[in-house]
């Protein structure tokens, strides 16, 4: 089967993490083609608890967002994945993600057979907290692990790889896509990994 799957993913995004795993069984199961990119979408804001008098839709913001949190967590905890940054705040920590997506989109190019295990070390480490996604030093210490030439790795940020990823950002952008994670399966776009069970009809009937 050679219609080929995409994956749209944030490493910032605890969504993008819990399809992550059922997206690569998807895969192997039906052995097909597969592609994964960064899509990198704005953070949430943490919510902040309305003022006594404010209006319904401030308060319905802040149960949302509340709720939203609830969701992550107990998906994340049935999962068995780590829940140290969300437990210290930082899902709402500015944090570019750069240097990481410039690292995934690198071992794509030159070394694809490692950019799943990439992928699952880089999103266990950051949401354990022990690796920031804007550290030349930590993604480095993913690719060395990989086998991977760090020096090449830093050669291509200091040289084409911020360009190449605002490039490919802007025509991700142009296309429509706005969130994350995304599938994209021949014309079609799914977001949320609860499509998973209506891409694979689509991909067996294909």
Not at 16 to 34: K, N
Not at 77 to 100: F, K, M, N
Not at 145 to 154: E, T, Y
Request: proline share 7%; with cysteine; hydrophobic share 40%.
């Amino acid at each position: 089967m050679d219609q080929p799957l995409t994956l749209l993913f944030d490493f910032r995004d605890p969504y993008s993490y819990l399809a992550l795993e059922p997206t690569f069984a998807l895969v192997d199961d039906l052995g097909i083609a597969s592609r994964c990119e960064v899509l990198l979408i704005p953070q949430p804001k943490a919510p902040r608890e309305p003022a006594a008098d404010a209006d319904r839709g401030t308060w319905h913001r802040w149960h949302r967002g509340r709720y939203q949190e609830m969701d992550v967590r107990r998906y994340m905890e049935s999962r068995g994945l780590p829940l140290q940054r969300i437990d210290a705040g930082g899902w709402y920590t500015p944090t570019a993600a750069r240097v990481a997506a410039q690292g995934s989109a690198w071992l794509s190019a030159h070394q694809p057979d490692s950019q799943r295990a990439y992928l699952q070390a880089v999103f266990s480490g950051y949401w354990r907290a022990e690796l920031s996604l804007d550290s030349v030093e930590d993604v480095s210490l993913v690719m060395k692990a990989l086998g991977a030439d760090p020096q090449r790795f830093a050669a291509y940020l200091q040289g084409p790889g911020p360009a190449a990823l605002d490039a490919q950002q802007k025509v991700l952008g142009e296309q429509g896509y706005f969130n994350v994670p995304a599938y994209l399966v021949g014309a079609e776009v799914y977001y949320g990994r609860q499509h998973l069970p209506l891409i694979r009809r689509q991909l067996l009937a294909a």
